[in-house]
């Protein structure tokens, strides 16, 4: 069968290195700025790389190397570098509204091994440095982002800046289990550390919540507390999200490991990739305490940078009814 568009340039990409089971290649890509649904709390989302070396068991992003026509279990060991990324940034930014958000990380970890090799995610922040009045968050489960604390200082002070850390448990060893390659929980809590105290607004998100995993009160509260005690300022969450690309890794793994759960988890998710309304109402007002109890805002924190062009001023003091 002829391959054709994504699952083309993919087989056609340049191997820039191998290591362990993992291989890297360097994929050709039109865009870099990928615009959202509606209903998303950002407009558009960078994703340095495709596949993510951390493996998590339950990562809902696996599906977009079936487009590539590779099997989901091919995400952790088959990781694509996007070429030009910056270079297409300087030039998509110009399409983008005042007020519109972006986010990096929504579909794999911009601060993954490969990272450290290939520096797309640095060279990205290099061209927002040398923006102004722009709204940026980064996701991650990486401490490699504190070596880029000198640009998100700079970006920070002239565009309103977040990273968001996500912390599933502060279980060291269910940790290993859920996210076999991804950094310990204390590394990525010492990394929160290392950037609130160089200023950065940080918060911290407990995703995916897991359903007889990770969704008690006291795991919940764990992660706050420990996320409160390194200077984060927001926390939130929402469950767990199962497509079939990612039930194909995950219903293995409980098979394994929680087989007390695996039947349930089958059920749960037998119909659809989202929990029932009542199981996510239980769960909203589980965290709700748990943010409040440690005085978290739920949101994003907007403040306004030392540095700001005068009309993106105008406009932040408009929506903050100023
Ligand atoms: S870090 Fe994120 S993108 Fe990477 S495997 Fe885990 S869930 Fe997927």
Redesign the pocket.
């Known amino acids: 069968m002829a391959l054709i568009g994504i699952a083309r340039l993919a087989a056609q990409s340049d191997l820039l290195e191998a290591k362990r089971a993992v291989q890297y290649f360097e994929i050709p890509t039109r865009s870099i700025l990928n615009r959202t649904k509606p209903g998303m709390p950002f407009e558009w989302t960078i994703n340095p790389y495709r596949g993510?070396e951390?493996?998590?068991k339950?990562?809902?992003?696996r599906y977009t190397h079936e487009f590539m026509e590779m099997d989901a279990t091919e995400?952790?060991d088959k990781i694509y570098a996007k070429a030009a990324s910056a270079h297409l940034l300087r030039q998509e930014l110009r399409k983008l509204a005042p007020r519109d958000h972006i986010c990096i990380g929504t579909?794999?970890?911009p601060y993954?091994p490969a990272e450290r090799r290939f520096r797309r995610t640095r060279a990205i922040l290099e061209v927002f440095a040398r923006e102004r009045g722009r709204y940026l968050g980064i996701t991650t489960?990486s401490d490699l982002v504190v070596r880029d604390l000198d640009l998100l200082q700079e970006i920070a002070r002239a565009n309103v800046l977040s990273v968001h850390m996500?912390i599933t448990t502060t279980d060291t060893a269910l940790a290993r289990l859920l996210?076999p390659r991804?950094p310990t929980p204390q590394c990525r809590l010492d990394a929160v550390r290392q950037l609130t105290g160089g200023g950065i607004t940080v918060g911290v998100l407990p995703n995916p919540i897991m359903p007889g995993i990770t969704d008690s009160e006291r795991s919940l509260d764990r992660v706050a507390k420990a996320a409160r005690d390194s200077g984060a300022v927001t926390f939130g969450g929402g469950p767990l999200f199962l497509m079939p690309s990612a039930q194909k890794v995950f219903f293995p793994f409980l098979e394994k490991e929680r087989p007390d759960l695996a039947a349930q988890y089958r059920e749960w998710y037998a119909r659809s990739a989202y929990l029932g309304a009542a199981y996510r109402k239980t769960l909203a007002a589980r965290v709700c305490r748990v943010r409040d109890r440690y005085g978290f805002d739920a949101g994003r924190v907007e403040y306004k940078p030392e540095v700001w062009v005068p009309e993106q001023a105008e406009l932040f003091d408009e929506s903050c009814g100023l």
């Open positions: 993510c951390f493996a998590c339950y990562c809902y992003a995400f952790e579909a794999t970890d993954q489960k996500t996210e991804a």
